[in-house]
Every structure is written in C-alpha cells, then in structure tokens.
C-alpha cells in the first residue's frame, strides 16, 4: 500500500497537470495570436497552421511525458521518475520569473493559473522527500505503511 505522502503527491501533481491544461485552454487563441503576430509567420497561412501543429504536438507530448512521470513516480516508486520530476520543477522555477514578466501579454488568468500550477507542483515535489514517501522509494512498504501523515 502507498504512503500518504504519495497518495497527496499524486492528487497535487495530477491537479497541477489539470490546472496546466485549463490555461492552456482559456490561454491557446492569445498564444496562438502571439505566434501569428511574428513577423516569421506573417502573411505566410502555411507557417500559421505550421505553429498550431506545433503547438498541438507539444501538448501532447509533454502530456503524456507528466503522465509517464505521475505513474512511474506514484504507482512504481521509480527514483529516476521521481528526481525527473524534481528536476523539471527546478526548471520551472527558474522560469518563473518569465512566466511574471508575461503578465501583459497573457493576462492575469493565465498569470494566476501558472503561479497555481507551480505552486501544486512545489508541494507534490515536497511530498516526494517526506519520511514515508523516502521509505517507500527505498521499497519498504512496512514501514510507509505505518508512517503517519504529519
């Protein structure tokens, strides 16, 4: 049985990924406006449907990866997945900054739903280091399962 810690990791890292794909959504024609408005893309339909495409793969590409990472790290007590995770949160923190700086072209939607999205992400990764949680990546299921969740 998982530990608690990783019942909450998955329940934060898994609303973190939802909350990702609600801004995606509410945020695509303004994302999709912006590409359009490069002077690389304009006057050319070709490169427009080009950068959609592009977008779209993207999407599902890091879908299924956080995905991937959620079951290997939840559901298999996968270090590598796990210090994955860790990692690509790291990177997201040092984009944050950016994602600040964005504020005027995304708006404050957008804005709000990624500040939420990292702030998920930073406390399912905490969860990943809690006593019981580091039991159960260490493959003693014994133990986690009598840790309490603090």
């Given at each position: 049985?998982?530990?608690?810690?990783?019942?909450?990791?998955?329940?934060?890292?898994?609303?973190?990924?939802?909350?990702?794909?609600?801004?995606?959504?509410?945020?695509?024609?303004?994302?999709?406006?912006s590409l359009n408005s490069n002077p690389a893309f304009?006057?050319?339909?070709?490169?427009?449907?080009?950068?959609?495409?592009?977008m779209i793969g993207t999407t599902v590409v890091m879908?299924?990866?956080?995905?991937?990472?959620?079951?290997?790290?939840?559901?298999?007590?996968?270090?590598?997945?796990?210090?994955?995770?860790?990692?690509?949160?790291?990177?997201?923190?040092?984009?944050?900054?950016?994602?600040?700086?964005?504020?005027?072209?995304?708006?404050?939607?957008?804005?709000?739903?990624?500040?939420?999205?990292?702030?998920?992400?930073?406390?399912?990764?905490?969860?990943?280091?809690?006593?019981?949680?580091?039991?159960?990546?260490a493959g003693d299921d014994t133990q986690a399962d009598?840790?309490?969740?603090?």
């Amino acid at each position: 049985m998982r530990p608690q810690s990783i019942v909450r990791f998955e329940q934060a890292y898994l609303g973190a990924t939802l909350l990702w794909l609600v801004n995606l959504g509410t945020g695509w024609k303004t994302r999709l406006d912006s590409l359009n408005s490069n002077p690389a893309f304009a006057g050319n339909p070709q490169m427009a449907e080009l950068a959609e495409t592009m977008m779209i793969g993207t999407t599902v590409v890091m879908l299924v990866l956080w995905l991937l990472l959620w079951y290997f790290t939840a559901r298999r007590a996968s270090v590598v997945a796990k210090w994955v995770v860790v990692t690509l949160f790291g990177l997201s923190a040092i984009g944050l900054p950016f994602t600040l700086l964005s504020y005027q072209v995304v708006g404050a939607l957008s804005t709000l739903l990624s500040l939420g999205t990292f702030a998920l992400t930073g406390w399912a990764v905490w969860l990943l280091f809690r006593p019981d949680a580091q039991t159960w990546f260490a493959g003693d299921d014994t133990q986690a399962d009598a840790a309490p969740f603090e």
